[in-house]
């Protein structure tokens, strides 16, 4: 477990595949993600109990309140360390609890932990351009622009540009 001023990461058990399936069914949180087809529940528990253990290269976190609220999930993917290079997705499935700082703090928290205790020397991630709410989180914790995929997205009938953002060691705020 890794905590931070308003979080506190851990492992996914078993049980979360309710609530994970309820977040995947959610079209406000989705909006700006790559969705898979809708996932059945008995999907969703068969995947997280088959689920193999979390390792460098495939790292993923629910977040919790410090009162122990379960509101997200954080995952660092394809950390390699020959390169030093993590990818980093995040998103909080409880609406209510969204512009409360707790997305900033878990960003924190785990590039902390990807710098500090994995040694990675730079985390990049994408984003749709208009998720200006994400937008914000990155670049508050020191995120910055890298790049731009046109088009690279679809949603509600249109196209949409991905944003590549990146943070090297040293740079987190
Ligand atoms: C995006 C998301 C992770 C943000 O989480 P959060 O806990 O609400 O973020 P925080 O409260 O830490 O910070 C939000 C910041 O964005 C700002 N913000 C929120 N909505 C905004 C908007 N529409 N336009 C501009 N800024 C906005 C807030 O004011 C705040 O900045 P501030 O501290 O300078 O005031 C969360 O809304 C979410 O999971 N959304 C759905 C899934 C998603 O889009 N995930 C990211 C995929 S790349």
């Known amino acids: 477990m890794v905590t931070g001023d308003r979080v506190r990461l851990r492992a996914v058990e078993p049980p979360d ?9 959610d079209p ?17 528990r068969k995947q997280l109990e088959e689920r193999r253990t979390d390792s460098y290269g495939d790292l993923n976190l629910m977040i919790d309140t410090l009162d122990g609220r379960t509101i997200g999930i954080v995952a660092l993917r394809e950390a390699e360390p020959e390169t030093g290079d993590a990818k980093l997705d995040i998103y909080l499935g409880e609406k209510d609890t969204w ?4 997305a900033t703090d878990a960003m924190r928290v785990i590039c902390r932990y990807g710098f500090d205790r994995m040694r990675l020397h730079r985390i990049s991630l994408t984003t749709i351009a208009e998720n200006t ?32 953002m990146g943070l090297l060691e040293g740079e987190l705020r």
């Open 99 to 102: 512009g409360q700082g707790y």
């Open 17 to 25: 595949a309710e609530t994970l399936w309820r977040w995947h069914g």
């Open 28 to 44: 406000e949180v989705m909006r700006w993600m790559d969705a898979p087809y809708p996932p059945s529940l008995a999907q969703t």
């Open 133 to 164: 709410a994400a937008r914000r989180v990155y670049e508050k914790v020191g995120f910055v622009d890298e790049g731009r995929m046109r088009e690279a997205f679809r949603r509600d009938g249109k196209w949409h540009d991905k944003i590549i």
